[in-house]
């Protein structure tokens, strides 16, 4: 006869030799931004694995690691579900509070820069000197944030 303890021992590691692993180091084979998920591969591969802890989520935060990348992902409490919580390369970040996005924000600012007006002793002025610079400015963060 077993004491309580030792029946919870017992079952916390059959629980853990039959579960399998909590952690994974896998390459991503693909990404769906809409979804807010990848596939990863780590010898078979692992569909709809979360890049966020919530499912589908696409406001907060959202790191979008670059396809062929390693990234580390965790299991899900007690599910057959994985989240991506560390990444060797990102391809995109996102970022929204409430209806904002950094995106709209960044391209909203630059917008008005580049339409600028001062008032000077010789009247207005016509033309934005350095026009080029934000305009590669605004390409760069159309790469990394969406």
Same mark, same amino acid.
């Given at each position: 006869?077993?004491?309580? !303890?030792?029946?919870?021992?017992?079952?916390?590691?059959?629980?853990? $030799? !039959?579960?399998?692993? *909590?952690? +994974? @180091?896998?390459?991503?084979?693909?990404?769906?931004? $809409? #979804?807010?998920?990848?596939?990863?591969? $780590?010898?078979?591969?692992?569909?709809?694995?979360?890049?966020? *802890?919530?499912?589908?989520?696409?406001?907060?935060?959202?790191?979008?690691?670059?396809?062929?990348? #390693? %990234? +580390? /992902?965790?299991?899900?409490?007690?599910? $057959?579900?994985?989240? %991506?919580?560390?990444?060797?390369? @990102?391809?995109? @970040?996102? +970022?929204?509070? #409430?209806?904002?996005?950094? /995106?709209?924000? /960044?391209?909203?600012?630059?917008?008005?820069?580049?339409? +600028?007006?001062?008032?000077?002793?010789?009247?207005?002025?016509? *033309?934005?000197?350095?026009?080029?610079?934000?305009? !590669?400015?605004?390409?760069?963060?159309?790469?990394?944030?969406?």
């Amino acid at each position: 006869m077993y004491t309580e !303890n030792e029946l919870r021992q017992m079952l916390a590691r059959f629980s853990r $030799d !039959n579960s399998g692993a *909590a952690t +994974m @180091i896998a390459s991503v084979v693909s990404v769906d931004t $809409d #979804k807010c998920t990848c596939v990863l591969n $780590d010898e078979v591969d692992y569909y709809d694995v979360r890049l966020a *802890a919530t499912e589908g989520a696409n406001k907060g935060f959202l790191t979008v690691p670059a396809v062929g990348s #390693k %990234v +580390m /992902a965790v299991k899900i409490e007690d599910s $057959d579900g994985w989240v %991506v919580v560390a990444f060797t390369e @990102i391809e995109k @970040i996102q +970022m929204k509070v #409430k209806d904002e996005s950094l /995106a709209t924000l /960044a391209a909203d600012l630059i917008t008005a820069i580049r339409s +600028m007006k001062f008032t000077t002793n010789a009247g207005p002025t016509i *033309a934005l000197v350095n026009d080029l610079d934000f305009i !590669n400015i605004q390409n760069r963060l159309n790469k990394i944030i969406y």
